[in-house]
């Protein structure tokens, strides 16, 4: 089995309260980002997305916000419920590339 | 719609025996995409296939592992022989071409090999 795993930075937050999740990524070339959450057990599920030419967009009780400049994302979650309880992938695609790369992840734990 | 569908769910294998995986995109989809995930490196692109022909095949790890799509509705993932440090979860995921890049998951496969 494996004796090392990757280190999930994780993010505990009081139910009701925003989450902020953020990502960098390294690739200046990447135009096309999504952010996707993983419960135990079930693939990533699609949250939101967003191109290169916006720097935020807004979905249901979501906000993903883009800076080009330092290479970050981050994935807003307003009054954060225990079903958000998960971890969260960024990823990334560039130009006509149709395979997205994904970050390492991070856990978000709702506390009641 | 039923989503990405892919069996098995959980597949406990010998060393040096065969393991195939199957998935079937969603219906008018047309890329595939097989990722594996682990705890020590994440969600990994294995494999994709656009209108059933494979494009980027350089994350297969090596010639033990092969993956067809014989048609639209239908694509495996093989390995021969499976070796422990496979052990991990295959994900199959498809998409729409010019709908964006959001990928539709599969619950994927729990592959185990003793």
């Known amino acids: 089995g494996e004796s090392v795993g990757l280190h999930l930075p994780t993010l505990s937050v009081q139910e009701g309260d925003n989450s902020i999740i953020n990502c960098a990524y390294s690739n200046s070339a990447s135009d096309y980002f999504i952010w996707y959450k993983q419960e135990s057990g079930k693939g990533p599920q699609f949250i939101i997305d967003?191109?290169?030419?916006?720097d935020k967009r807004q979905g249901q009780r979501v906000t993903v916000l883009l800076n080009k400049t330092v290479k970050h994302l981050s994935l807003q979650i307003a009054a954060t419920q225990p079903g958000d309880s998960a971890v969260y992938f960024c990823?990334?695609?560039?130009?006509?590339?149709?395979?997205?790369?994904f970050g390492s992840g991070t856990q978000l734990t709702v506390l009641p | 719609d039923a989503g990405v569908i892919q069996s098995p769910r959980h597949e406990v294998t010998e060393m040096g025996q065969e393991v195939t995986l199957r998935c079937k995109p969603i219906s008018g989809h047309n890329s595939l995409f097989w990722y594996r995930q682990t705890m020590m490196r994440g969600l990994e692109l294995l494999i994709y296939f656009n209108n059933n022909v494979p494009i980027d095949d350089s994350g297969m790890p090596e010639d033990r592992f092969s993956a067809k799509m014989p048609n639209a509705s239908f694509s495996t993932l093989k390995i021969q022989p499976s070796e422990p440090r496979d052990s991990a979860v295959y994900f199959c995921a498809s998409s729409l071409a010019g709908t964006g890049y959001g990928y539709t998951f599969g619950s994927g496969t729990r592959l185990t090999v003793v």
């Open positions: 990823a990334e695609s560039a130009g006509s590339a149709r395979q997205l790369t």
């Open positions: 967003i191109r290169s030419n916006m």
